[in-house]
C-alpha cells in the first residue's frame, strides 16, 4: 500500500469561503487497493505553512498530492515551497502533466508545478483547478508506484 496525503493549497479552502472539490476527486480517483488515504489538509498560501506541512507529513506518507498554488499569483508559492524541501527534482513529472495539459487548454504551460522526493516521499504538485487535477491523475497514475518503489530502494531492474 501507498501511505497517501492530499495537500489542498488554497486561501479560500483554509477559511471556509471555498468548498474544496480536489481533494474529494483525489481521493476518489485513487485506488484503494494499492493507495492507502493518511490525511487530507487544506492549508493557506503561505509558504512557511506549505513547508510545514510538507516537511511533516513526508516523514510519514510515501506519497503526497498537492493541489494549488502552481500558477502566477503573487500567493502562488507551492513550487517554491516544495523546491526548499526536496532531495531531489523529478522534472518529467510535471512536464507531462503541463503536456497533457496543453491537449485541453494552452494555459496550462503557465503552471508552476514541480515534483520531487524527500527522504522516503514522493511529492507531486498539481494545479488546483478539479478538472487539471483529474486531467494530471490520469497522466501520473500509472508511474507513482514504480517511483515510490525505487525512492524506497527497489533494486528491480526498470527495463521492460
Given at each position: 500500500?501507498?501511505?497517501?496525503?492530499?495537500?489542498?493549497?488554497?486561501?479560500?479552502?483554509?477559511?471556509?469561503?471555498?468548498?474544496?472539490?480536489?481533494?474529494?476527486?483525489?481521493?476518489?480517483?485513487?485506488?484503494?487497493?494499492?493507495?492507502?488515504?493518511?490525511?487530507?489538509?487544506?492549508?493557506?498560501?503561505?509558504?512557511?505553512?506549505?513547508?510545514?506541512?510538507?516537511?511533516?507529513?513526508?516523514?510519514?506518507?510515501?506519497?503526497?498530492?498537492?493541489?494549488?498554488?502552481?500558477?502566477?499569483?503573487?500567493r502562488d508559492v507551492t513550487a517554491e515551497a516544495t523546491l526548499d524541501i526536496i532531495d531531489k527534482e523529478i522534472p518529467g513529472i510535471p512536464e507531462a502533466i503541463r503536456t497533457a495539459g496543453m491537449k485541453h487548454t494552452d494555459r496550462s504551460m503557465l503552471s508552476r508545478a514541480v515534483a520531487g522526493v524527500r527522504g522516503k516521499c514522493l511529492i507531486i504538485n498539481m494545479p488546483g483547478s478539479p478538472n487539471a487535477v483529474k486531467e494530471s491523475i490520469e497522466v501520473i497514475l500509472n508511474v507513482i508506484p514504480h517511483a515510490v518503489e525505487k525512492i524506497k530502494g527497489s533494486e528491480e531492474e526498470c527495463a521492460r
Open positions: 500500500m501507498i501511505k497517501t496525503v492530499i495537500l489542498i493549497i488554497s486561501d479560500k479552502g483554509s477559511t471556509g469561503e471555498r468548498e474544496d472539490k480536489c481533494g474529494p476527486l483525489i481521493s476518489q480517483v485513487l485506488d484503494n487497493s494499492v493507495y492507502s488515504l493518511a490525511g487530507c489538509e487544506i492549508i493557506p498560501d503561505d509558504i512557511n505553512a506549505i513547508k510545514s506541512s510538507l516537511s511533516r507529513h513526508s516523514g510519514k506518507a510515501d506519497l503526497i498530492l498537492t493541489s494549488g498554488g502552481t500558477g502566477l499569483s503573487p
